[in-house]
Structures are given as C-alpha cells and as structure tokens.
C-alpha cells in the first residue's frame, strides 16, 4: 500500500468544502436594472449581433436566420433569465439548437463575444458573471444535440 | 555561461506567439484564464501545482498551446524554468519544461558542495488528458489524469544528497471547477490535485532516500478569485513527501496575481514559501513568471 501523506485527509476535506457552491440562487431584479433593463437588454444583444457576424467561428451558423426574431427572443430570454418581467416566447433551447452541430468551441464564442458586448456597454464585472452564471445551465441543451432531439423536460 | 539552450520546442511557441500578434484571431476559444499558467513543471495550473484544465485556450476543434519562463528567487536559490506546453483538442496536453537550480550563497554544507560545480539540471516530461467534464459548464467540473517524467541533466546532486535516483515519475488526478458569481459576485476557480511521487523536493533533490523509496500520495489545492477577467488572484498548498535523512522537506504554499491582458499573454507574480530546502532553512521570495499562448 502506498502510504498517504500526513496531512492528506484534512486537505482533501478542505478542497471538496471549497469546491461546494459559494451561495445560493436568489431571484431578484437586480441583475436586470445592472443590464439597463430591457433596453440596456436590447442593446446588449443588439451589440452581440454584429459581433456574432464578424466572428467566424461562429458566423456561418447563423446565415439566413429571421434576425428579428432572434433578436426578439434572445432578448426576451436574457430579459427573463436577469429576473426582468419578461416572458420568453420562442422555441425551447433543445429544439431551436438541436441538428446544428454547435461546438463547445462555438458555444465558447458566444461566450466571449456577450462578454465583450457587455463589456462595450459598461456592464459591471458582477452583473455579467450573475448573467453568464445563469446561462451556464442552457450548455447541455446547446452544444452537441442530435437532429432528432426530444425537447428540454 | 551555463549550458542551457533554448529548447527549440521553445523557440517554436515564441515564434508562434509573436508572429499573428498583429492579427486579431485569437489563439483558442476557451475564456480568458481559463487555462492556468505554465507551471514550473510545465503542466498547465498554478505556479506550483497543477490544474485540470488544459493549456492555453484550445477548445474541442481547435490546438494551442503555451510558452512560458519563469524564476523563483528565495534566500540561497534561484529556480529559472522554461516550459512549453501543447494542447490538442481540448482532450490531451504534452508539457515540457526545464528546470535550473542555483546556489546563489556560498554555504558550507558538504552535501551541497557539488552545486558549485555542476548545474542541476531537471527535464520535466509531461501529459496530462481531460477524462471527463469541463471547468465551467459541468457541474462537478473538470477531471483529468497526468503524469510528469522528470530526469536530471547532469546526477551528481541526487547521489550526493543520498537520493536514490536522478529520474523519477509522478502520477496526478485533478478537478478543477470556476464557479461563475462565486463569492463577490466574482469567478471563482477550484483545484485539487492528489499526485503520487516519491520526488524530494519535485525531484530537484532527485527521487526516494535513506528515510523512504516508495511512492507516497500527497494532496495539493489551490484556488484563484478573478476580480476582472484580466486579473486573478489566489493562492496554493502543495504537501511533499520527506524521504532524505540529511535534511527535512518541507511543504510549499503560495499567494499569487495573474494579470492576463490578452488571451496572448499572462504574467503572473507570487510569494512562495518553500520552507527548508538541503538544510538551508525558510526559503521564501518571489516568483515571477511570463507566458505566451498560441
Ligand atoms: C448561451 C448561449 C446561447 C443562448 C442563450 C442561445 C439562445 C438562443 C435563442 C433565444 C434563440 C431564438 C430561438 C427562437 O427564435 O425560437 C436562438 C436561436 C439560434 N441559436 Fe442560439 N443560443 C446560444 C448559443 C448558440 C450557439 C453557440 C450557436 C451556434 C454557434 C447558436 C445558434 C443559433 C441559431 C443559428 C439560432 C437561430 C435558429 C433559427 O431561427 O432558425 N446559438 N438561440
């Protein structure tokens, strides 16, 4: 048997203690009016919008799409997901990505590029972690769904 | 002058670094920090210990990679350390790196007596491969699995200091997770990293002794806060084993900055406290260290 090392116990104690969630989730607006509210919103994902069609990472994934709408229904989503009084309308996220193949790489240039657009408006460092936080979990329903994909739950 | 040469591994990545900076592609796709720094055994992580992230930015359809110096001065030594480190896919990091120790003190210690007239020397052989998850988007993180393979250039240091080998091979599992929002509303990233290794004092002191020769498990953590993406600060605890009977080992903590002004280029300062080293007590001092990804 390999011999374990003194202290070996207490640091493992303590590393899955500090890998536990540092706090809960508690739903306020806050987030929302730090983001401009639906305007701000709609400026963001105005922003990303043109940043989406300079990156060609991701570009050709988004040729041919009604603009508009997405515009409309991400900013919903966003507006939503911030804890804004928005209601998102469109298609659930497994369906509407469901069959494009999108990449971690991609969904990793998404990620940047919303990072900038905040950035470019003057989104505080929280408010785009709280958003980006609240994003996370929309992952798995994005990258990597096959064609025939059941929608989200 | 001393015998080292730039690894032309390295003079590769730093062609490979300065050439596109004009351009504006970036080199990788993963967020900013995400990949750590070179290590001074080259594995992506901390300074110190490693991550499980890999290096640089590459994501699943992309490669990259890091080049990396970096310099530790304490009261008697001075560690300088080039490292290199590729990753493919997101899935599998070859690392490596170049270890030189100097005594900069004249110490009348008659096992150090050979430092004076050799270099020590250590290649640090790495891979690392993601077995499952990803740093931020899996809920329980991400988990790889590395080894590092590390062999003195010139032996007489680990024969004289009663080592029982000048190579040495240490086997490692991390996790790491970056908790979005965490405390402060800011990122915050974990590491945990169980290694196996019988390297007295990484391997520098060479491997196993008079005291024990057998590998043992030690546990290293580390956690950074970002409080931009461009800064990140934190700090690490890496536990050693004890295995030379002429002098006692100590473990090695940390506190550190990064800043990353650009996916291309982090800088990273720290303090490090590397206790005892060869029977010259309380090593601590600066580290400093300055890294290119591709
Ligand atoms: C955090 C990441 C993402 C979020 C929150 C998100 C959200 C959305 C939303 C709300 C819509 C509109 C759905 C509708 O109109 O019913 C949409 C559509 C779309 N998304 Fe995503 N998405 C993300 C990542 C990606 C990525 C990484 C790609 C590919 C590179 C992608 C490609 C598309 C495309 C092409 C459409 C248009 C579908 C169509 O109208 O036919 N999305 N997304």
Redesign the pocket.
Known sequence: MMPVHRHTLLVLLLSVFTLMPAHAEEPSSELYQALGERSGIETIVKELLGR?ADDE??AS??KG??VR??H???S???CQLSGGPCS?S??D?RS??AG?G??DT??N???EQ?VRAMEEEGMPTWAQNRLLER?VP??ED??DVPAEAAPTR | MNKAWTPPILALGIGLVLSPMASADPPGSRLWGTGGVNSIEGSAGGGLSPWATLAGYASDEEWGGTVALSRANTQDYTLNVQGAAFNWRNRIELSFARQELTLDTLAFTPTLQPFGESDLTQDVFGVKARLAGDLIYSPYGQWSLGAQHKRHRVSEIPAAVGAEDDTGTDVYLSGSKLFLAGPFDRNLVVNGTLRATRANQGGLLGFGGDQRDSHELVAEASAGLFLRRDWLIGGEYRQKPDNLGFAGEDDWWDLYVAWIPDRRLTVTAAYVNLGDIAGLASQDGAYLSVEGSF
């Open positions: 989406i990472r991701i994934q988004f799409i009604d709408r997405f409309r229904n991400l919903d989503q966003l998102y469109g298609n996220m509407v990505h494009m999108v990449s991609q969904f240039a998404l990620a919303l994003l929309l992952h994005i990258v």
